[in-house]
């Protein structure tokens, strides 16, 4: 699995999160990978999509995003959080290609 501060910093890096990079306090940095509120606020609105669906599951929490009726990324993970970004790591490096 992807390192979490890596993580951090590419989804950062990918929504141009001006916070992320400019903060006074550790804990006024964002974290993507652990708390959900960060991802809403500097993550998911800057990708198109029509649906985000969390699922609980034997292999941990799912998070699905629906960006057109048939086009889902997916991540699963521990964590709500987690699981987000890396449905949204998936939908970056698709987008990129």
């Known amino acids: 699995m992807i390192e979490q ?10 929504s141009n999160c001006i916070a992320y990079f400019n903060y006074n306090l550790p804990e006024d940095k964002p ?10 606020k500097w993550l998911v609105p800057g990708i198109e999509w029509v ?3 969390f699922t609980n599951t034997a292999d941990g929490i799912q998070c699905d995003i629906w960006t057109a009726p048939d086009t ?8 709500p959080a987690l699981a987000l ?7 970056k ?3 990129h290609e």
């Open 51 to 53: 649906g985000i669906h």
């Open 5 to 14: 501060n890596k993580l951090n910093d590419k989804l950062a890096r990918w």
């Open 93 to 95: 490096e698709d987008s």
């Open 72 to 79: 889902m990324f997916y991540g699963i993970a521990e964590t």
């Open 85 to 91: 970004c890396l449905a949204i790591k998936k939908l």
């Open 31 to 40: 974290c993507f990978t652990h708390r959900l509120d960060d991802c809403f």
